[in-house]
């Protein structure tokens, strides 16, 4: 197998464990590939000289014809392998460095168990949603879709925002709030969750709409089916907002009296790795503390 690995560029992803990892592909005859920028930063900071491939950019993944993506670090990183893989159909495994995950997965620092539950074929791949942001494209890139979430989100000198929600260009509601989120089944243990949304079983087809801090206490979150075209028109004192999908950040310049942000399903869907014994129900009940009651 030819398996690329990227992490972020933080002490906790530390050269021992890329090591490890190199050592055991190695020992069954397996190439290990590394992302520039991550072996770049091991290379300044640690002396690293591991003399291995690198993957520059994301036609690399194709010449060198990567069979999997490992992402070392937390949830936060996992979705930045969504800019290096782009659309190609790379399953990528989580092992978690960071913190709370439910796309990531715990292995107390033993990286050999995750690297063998790889080489031994021990996991499924999950074909993930993604939702797309058809309207704004420009000031956007060529990454217009998200797999936790788009956020709008009123910037931190502006006022509270009137947010017109819109299903099919049928009127839903409208949100007096800091802002909305659109989340996938994926994205509902992500922000959506901290703002009071609902979980879904990540292979649901549907969306959640949920509002942020909002000033109207009949505001709620609201599932609905991924096969809609979502449309927000925003307007206030002082209506300036940022756009978000998942962790990169827009500021767009859009007239909604002549159009509007619009969201919808993306046709293509993320793979990711569950390593067996792995589930989704395993990740709620350890991570969230199901059915444990501190008083004993």
């Known amino acids: 197998m030819n398996i690329a690995l990227y992490a972020r560029n933080t002490i906790a992803n530390k050269p021992e464990l890329v090591l490890e990892i190199y050592q055991k592909l190695k020992e069954q005859n397996n190439q290990l590939f590394i992302c520039e920028s991550y072996y770049n930063f091991?290379?300044?900071?640690?002396?690293?000289?591991?003399?291995?491939?690198?993957?520059?950019?994301?036609?690399?993944?194709?010449?060198?014809?990567?069979?999997?993506?490992?992402?070392?670090?937390?949830?936060?990183?996992?979705?930045?392998?969504?800019?290096?893989?782009?659309?190609?159909?790379?399953?990528?495994?989580?092992?978690?460095?960071?913190?709370?995950?439910?796309?990531?997965?715990?292995?107390?620092?033993?990286?050999?168990?995750?690297?063998?539950?790889?080489?031994?074929?021990?996991?499924?791949?999950?074909?993930?949603?993604?939702?797309?942001?058809?309207?704004?494209?420009?000031?956007?890139?060529?990454?217009?879709?998200?797999?936790?979430?788009?956020?709008?989100?009123?910037?931190?000198?502006g006022s509270m925002l009137y947010i017109e929600i819109f299903i099919d260009d049928q009127y839903l509601t409208t949100f007096f709030a800091d802002g909305v989120i659109v989340s996938t089944a994926t994205g509902s243990t992500a922000y959506s969750l901290s703002c009071g949304g609902p979980i879904l079983e990540p292979g649901l087809n549907a969306m959640i709409i949920t509002p942020i801090a909002s000033h109207s206490l009949n505001a709620r979150p609201i599932v609905i089916s991924n096969q809609h075209i979502l449309s927000f028109k925003l307007y206030g004192r002082n209506p300036q907002y940022t756009l978000s999908l998942d962790s990169r950040v827009y500021q767009p310049n859009m007239d909604f009296s002549k159009?509007?942000?619009?969201?919808?399903?993306?046709?293509?869907?993320?793979?990711?790795?569950?390593?067996?014994?792995f589930h989704f129900f395993h990740s709620l009940k350890t991570k969230l503390?199901?059915?444990?009651?501190?008083?004993f």
């Open 289 to 295: 503390y199901w059915g444990t009651d501190k008083r």
């Open 42 to 157: 091991l290379k300044n900071n640690f002396n690293f000289n591991l003399d291995v491939p690198i993957i520059c950019n994301t036609e690399d993944f194709l010449n060198y014809k990567i069979d999997l993506l490992i992402s070392l670090g937390g949830d936060g990183t996992l979705l930045e392998t969504l800019s290096l893989i782009k659309k190609l159909p790379i399953p990528v495994f989580g092992i978690n460095t960071g913190k709370l995950g439910f796309l990531t997965y715990d292995f107390n620092q033993n990286i050999s168990d995750a690297i063998d539950l790889i080489l031994q074929k021990k996991y499924s791949i999950e074909k993930r949603n993604l939702i797309e942001l058809i309207l704004p494209q420009h000031d956007i890139g060529e990454i217009n879709y998200a797999l936790n979430e788009i956020v709008i989100h009123k910037k931190d000198t």
């Open 259 to 277: 159009e509007s942000i619009k969201v919808s399903k993306l046709a293509h869907q993320f793979q990711l790795v569950i390593p067996h014994p």
